[in-house]
């Protein structure tokens, strides 16, 4: 079969447009319901007591769009179109983001996992070692100077072993200050000079531009294992601290159910608020979760965690219970005294 030189350049043109429609990204990007996956594979506690029931991670999928995919996205439910701005800050690549989503993830485990032994009595040793640099903010004072992964030591002379030190000692400062900062990076101590500029015109907050995390070594006993993969970001705290404190103590606490939920936990046990919750609610109704913590929020009402989730699961008709908490306590007494 002979093609004229016309359907050539048509086929051409149309395999260059269906190309462009699928790769091309836009400076959007797409947020859907995720998996509710079960903890149990994922969290390890040596000789650990196992339960009949299922604490559940549940995620959210996105990516940048591309041209069909913000169309689908239009009119399919529970798709969200977000701008890539609001989700990866400018200057942030792909790599950089995701290393700093796993970043977040291997601090949640850390946090859990001091809050879960903390309150089953078991024995833990934690050790500070100075501040991560999870991202620098493209423009503000540390750009050019401090880089990801970078490891904050010290600052002014002064000892930096966990984020408070470093926040409280720059809130002290004013603008056009210039403060020591002694790093490391690659096993090298690096001492560089930064000049702090604001880094949020609304509230005049003066820094030097870095989201951070502590580092620390948790030493704990029994041995914990996470086998989380390629699973990022924060969210999934109390629902690990829950799954580690079962393994931990004996008797089933989730009673034979399977139980889902989200929100930061930092290591006091609070439970902060996180985003897409409502493709979370989606996600999680549709592994039959029968009940769902949802931040709290301090009980605030309007868009709060515990209010958008309660309305979408209205929306969808659902039968899941969502409960709503501010501490890891909070979830705990309701497994240990109103779950049945």
Known sequence: MKFTKGQVVSLLVAIFVAFFLSTYDLPYYIQKPGGADALNPIVEV????????????????GGQATPIQYALAKILPHHEILDIKDVRPEGVSDEEYFQAQLHMMENSQEASTVVAYTA???EITIQYKGVYVVSVVPGLAAD????????I?????????ESNDLISYIEEKKAGDQVTVKFVRDDEEIIKDITLGVIDEDTKQVGIGITLVTDRDVDVNPPINFASGNIGGPS?????????YDQLTAGDLTKGHQIAGTGE????????????IDKKIV?????????FFAPNEGGRGGDSNYEVAKKKAEEIGTDMIIVPVDTFEDALRYLKE???
Request: charged residues 35%.
């Open 236 to 244: 999934a705290g109390l629902m690990f601290s829950l799954e580690i």
């Open 46 to 61: 040596e000789n650990r007591d196992e339960s009949e029931g299922d604490f559940h991670l549940v995620t959210v999928r």
């Open 144 to 151: 050019g100077i401090l880089q990801m992964g970078d490891r």
């Open 265 to 276: 936990v930092d290591y006091e046990g609070n439970v902060g608020r996180i985003g897409g």
């Open 120 to 122: 089953a009595n078991k």
């Open 153 to 161: 030591i010290g600052i002014d002379d002064k000892e930096i072993k």
């Open 338 to 340: 109103e779950l049945k």
């Open 283 to 291: 996600a999680a109704d549709r592994e039959g979760i029968e009940v």
